[in-house]
């Protein structure tokens, strides 16, 4: 939440950053996205973001609270079920049909979707060749997003009060241009809507690509932490497991970059670690090393991981004829430690 801002420690950092032939310096024209939540002790937004640094942001007009209403959105609901395997292809028949089949036309907001998909779950009510059943599990897993669901991301519609700053996601992101910073602030939300921020956002930039868009920057790129919550190994087939595939296929030949970390690499699906081009491994556990991942790393490095030190980092790439240690420099923009 401080990448604007420069680290308390820039004097100390810079002749690591020039080094590498890089000035230390923050990022330039960042914008911030916040999840909307209901209430307005932090200004709408449900973040651990500290309300005074809320407040410089919104009065800077560099933050944002993203919200997600049925008419603009209805298209992207299939990634509140990417942790879910459907080998019988249910939800997706069902889903298909929300978005495209008539017996949805009425339909505008969360609730009355809801309301619909019950209708189609009691006894003895037939929708083409889907079952009563599989309505009723689907209604299980939407009732446990949209009922559950504290963060209140999922709108009616949005604000015309401009103190919610209400924004849909997919449109700003549409709008980023060279040298812009988006930070999407995700921490707050459940598991099942971070996949729905995290995908769309991918679809967003993938479209944006293939489709040629005129103001698209030639090279995005695209951090994400915990990568194995997306791209689960446990998980065969999903929608952003399909969206995750193609563009680690094809994102390079695009301009479209994605670094992604994650805790166990082990846990990450297999054809999307397989398409990467460059792993970076920082400090191991041992459990994790003993994995099938690491089988064809010699035991000098593997051994070198269970003890590296904060920064220091051993690199893997084609380029280079033996894995390569480095030592990160610290960064440029602000950290500040919570009390």
Known sequence: MYVDEPSANLGKVVKDWEKCGLRAEPFKKVRYFFPYRNDQ???????????????????????????????????????????????????????????????FDSVTDWRSLFDRVNQFSQK????????VQSWKRFSRLMGTVLNESKSGVFQ???SETAEKRHVQLSDCVEGIDSG????????NLPDVEKCLVFGDVLRTLYKMKTEGQGNCPERIMVFVDELNKYAPESIKNSPIIRDLIEITERGRSLG?????????RSGVHAR???????NVYGRTNAIEIASSDYRFIPKTYTNMMTRLRKGHLIIQHPIFRSLLKVVFPEPAYDQPQPK
């Open 256 to 264: 479209l970059i994605l670094f992604a970390a994650e805790q166990f």
């Open 272 to 278: 999307v670690k397989g398409n990467c081009a460059t």
């Open 124 to 131: 003895g009510q037939t929708q083409q060749a889907i079952l």
């Open 156 to 158: 009616d519609s949005a």
């Open 180 to 187: 812009d910073t988006f930070v999407i602030d995700i921490a």
């Open 41 to 103: 002790k932090k200004h709408y937004a449900n973040t651990w973001c500290k309300t005074e640094i809320l407040e410089k942001r919104m009065a800077s007009e560099i933050a944002s609270n993203y919200i997600y209403t049925f008419q603009h959105d209805k298209e992207k609901i299939d990634l509140l079920f990417s942790n879910i395997d459907d080998p019988a292809m249910t939800i997706d028949s069902i889903l298909n049909e929300i978005v495209n089949g008539t017996q």
